[in-house]
Structure formats: C-alpha cells, structure tokens
C-alpha cells in the first residue's frame, strides 16, 4: 500500500481503525517531502516542527476533533498562517510572519489538519505559470520542464507528487483551476463569497477566492464543508446557509441538463483537449445526462474584463510598492502592473459594468442547464523554457477568467492525457451556490473513469 496515493477517505480510515497513526502518517509524508521536494519545488516555506506539534495533537485527542484530524496539509503562501513565514511569493515579505491566522486556516486547524508547509506560487498571484523569480520555478511532476500553471502551482504539484493529501489555493483568473489541469488534479472555485478572505493576501478584491484542492472530488466536498459559510469579518462573504456537501453526491447524473460549450471562443483549444472533452461529455450520456452542444454566451468578453479588472486592482494593492521598490517585482508582473494602472478610470467603470451585465447573462443561462462543461485550459503544459509569462497569461485563463468574473462555482478535474502523456483537466460550472450539484456530477464522472487514479512517476 503506497500511503502517499491515498485519499482524504481511504487514510481517514486507516487512522480510524489505528492501522496508522498520524505521527506514522506525518513521517511518510516528511520523508516524501525530502525525497521529491529537490525535483520539484513546490514549497517556499517546510513547517515539520509545526506539523509535528499538530499530529501529536490529534494523537492525544483523536476523538475530540474532526475526520480530518491528523490529514497532511499544503496550504499556499498568502493565507496567512501565525508564526509560519507566509511570503505572497514575494520580494516584499520574505520574513513576514503574519500574528493571526486566516479564517480558514483556523476553521481547518480546529479540525485536525496538519500543515507541512507554504506552498509555491507565481509572484503576488498575478500570473499563471508559477517561473517566480523570488523564489525559484516550480515544475510539473508529469514532466519536470514543464510548468505547473499557476498561481496556486505548488499546492497542485504538491498534491500530483504525493506530498500532502489536500491543498489551499487561490483563484482570481484561473489559479486553482489551471495549476489542477496541468498537474492532473482536482481544484474548485467556489462561488463568489462562499469562503472566508480574511487573511488572504488579496490581488483583486472584486475577483479574489479562495477554495480547495485535493485528489478527488469527494474530498473537495469534505474540505468545502469546513471553509464554507459566513465570515462577518469578510466584506464580501454571502450570509447564505451551508449545505452538506457530501448527501447528495452519490445520486448520480441521470435527467441532468448538460450544456457542452462549443462555441468559437470555447473550442479554440489543442485537439487533444477537445477530444478528450467531447469524450467526457459521451460518458455524461451514457450515465443517463442529456447533453446539448450550445454557444456559451459572453465568454470571450468575460474573459476580457476580468483581465483589466485584475491587472487594474492589482495595481491598487499594490501601488506603495510600485513607487517605493519598482525593481523588487519580477520583470512579468511588474509589466502587469503597468498596465493595470494605465487603464482609466472610464475603462474600470465600463468593466464593473460589464461584469454586472454578464452575471446576470450567465445566471439565467443555468435556467435551461444544470451544469456546463468546457475544458478547463486549451493547451496542456507548456514547457518552461523560454516561456513569455505575460502573453501565456490570457491563453490559459481563457476558459477560467469568465466564471471569475460572473462569480460562479467551477471544478476541474482529470479527463484525459495528450499524446505526450498530459493532463487534460475538464471544467464543470453551475450557477450560484450549486457546489452540490457540481459534486453530483463529478463525482459520477470520476466513478466511470480511471484519470484520476493515474500518477506522476517519480521515483
């Protein structure tokens, strides 16, 4: 039995019938850690100290906490986390030690999770293939010259490489979904406002959210269980109740409403990544879903916005640093920046508008569907090597971006390999506050197909 492929489920269980303990389970983790981290670079900061002192916590007290208890944790670098370096990848804070926790660092820590450490991510999240200057490129376990994506690139090479059993991300453009794509995993973007910001570093405060990463999707619903709900403290948080996650997701797919974009703006992708989405839809039907190839409206335009959105509140958070140490930035998001503070106050306005309209668009298109399918990125990695950050960066978040903007709830997850032996990663989207069904229907795809059983082979 490989400890280090298991799920959140299969190693609750063995912790439960004390077949290991989570001090066991921790050393597996660790000494993993220290075999494959050199290969890959998916940490900024290791906390095996800390984690040490969080399993023997839920050795003493097992009972006392959550499932959860004693799961080994990577949690990205702008949640904050007290008394753990917490860097944003950034030149900026490379010995910030933030005092409290993030909402839902606290909400995960009161269940038992241990962190292992802060995980690699593209500089301040503005980019999407994880080259950080700062603090050194993080590489794909699939293939180790290409990269993760970004910005939550470690805690997704993290997860692929077996180093932790759940992952933190962010997600303003893509950054949890893309990362989950390319290294084969499993990411959601929960609906806008569903989870906690307190604590998160921000890029973009109308764009920004947080959510998990795991290895299937019915751990992303156990995660999601704990990060949901409403946070007084977040301005932007949602004071709607949380469901159970977890209660409806076996029932499956038939009857659903499936809606299979396939307009011009959502097919321009490699032809593997095509095929290997129309494959899922067939699989869809043959789980008894009816699915109706559509011309997705506003995608193209959604994207757009969210990109001036993004590089222009960028621009706001950080424009102190921008003044006082412009050469502290990588030369790629510094670029970002630039342009994010050339747009005008007309062009912002003009955008916030537009994502009023396409909201209320996109919200009324789920009327007639359950959910949407598109690919998650149109390309596979792509190698590191002479890669031009700031022109990737509208190419991979073509299929993402749009459901930032709109707020909507979005999951990838593995549907394929390319020729060259690639994730392929699919994207399910619902309306607001639909994660249940998002969950239904991954979870009926994960059950009829092997991608997600598959591993990077690093040893």
Not at 439 to 454: D, E, I, N, S, V
Request: proline content about 6%.
């Amino acid at each position: 039995m490989d400890i280090n492929s298991l799920t959140i489920t299969q190693t609750s269980q063995l912790l439960d019938a004390g077949q290991i303990s989570p001090l066991e389970l921790l050393q597996a983790y660790l000494q993993r850690i220290e075999k494959i981290e050199p290969l890959i670079n998916c940490f900024i900061t290791q906390s095996p100290e800390n984690a040490l002192t969080q399993a023997k916590k839920c050795k003493q007290a097992p009972k006392l906490l959550n499932p959860l208890c004693g799961i080994p944790v990577a949690i990205k670098d702008l949640f904050y986390t007290k008394d753990i370096r917490t860097t944003m990848g950034s030149r900026f804070y490379t010995e910030y030690l933030p005092e409290e926790n993030a909402r839902v660092i606290e909400l995960l820590y009161g269940t038992g999770i241990v962190c292992v450490g802060k995980t690699n991510m593209h500089e301040i999240a503005l980019g999407i293939t994880n080259i950080n200057p700062h603090y050194g490129v993080c590489r794909n376990p699939w293939d180790t010259e290409r990269i993760t994506g970004g910005s939550s690139g470690g805690s997704a090479a993290a997860l692929a490489a077996g180093l932790c059993l759940a992952a933190l991300g962010s997600d303003t453009g893509g950054s949890i979904r893309i990362p989950a794509s390319l290294c084969g995993v499993v990411g959601l973007k929960p609906t806008y406002g569903r989870v906690s910001l307190t604590g998160v570093y921000p890029l973009s405060w109308s764009l920004d959210h947080a959510g998990p990463m795991a290895r299937c999707v019915e751990d992303i619903a156990a995660l999601l269980q704990i990060m949901a709900g409403y946070d007084a403290q977040d301005p932007v948080s949602v004071n709607i109740p949380v469901e159970n996650y977890s209660s409806k997701i076996k029932q499956g797919v038939r009857n659903c409403r499936i809606a299979l974009a396939s307009d011009a703006h959502f097919s321009n992708a490699e032809e593997d990544v095509l095929n290997a989405v129309r494959d899922a839809a067939r699989v869809f039907e043959q789980l008894g879903a009816t699915v109706e190839e559509v011309d997705f409206p506003g995608g193209h335009e959604a994207a757009t916005m969210n990109g001036l959105i993004v590089t222009n509140e960028a621009s706001v958070v950080h424009a102190r640093h921008m003044r006082e140490h412009p050469d502290w930035f990588g030369e790629d998001v510094y670029e970002r920046l630039q342009k994010g503070a050339a747009y005008t106050a007309q062009e912002y306005i003009q955008a916030k508008r537009a994502q009023a309209t396409l909201r209320r668009q996109f919200e009324q298109f789920f009327s007639n569907y359950d959910i949407l399918l598109t690919a998650t990125t149109p390309i596979t990695a792509p190698l590191i090597d002479q890669l031009d950050n700031v022109k990737q960066a509208p190419v991979l978040t073509r299929f993402t971006a749009p459901f930032n903007l709109t707020g909507l709830p979005a999951l990838s997850l593995p549907c394929g390999f390319s020729v060259q032996g690639l994730p392929i990663g699919l994207q399910i989207v619902s309306q607001p506050w639909a994660e249940t069904t998002i969950f239904r229907a991954a979870y009926a795809y994960q059950q009829a197909t092997p991608w997600h059983l598959k591993h990077p082979d690093l040893d």
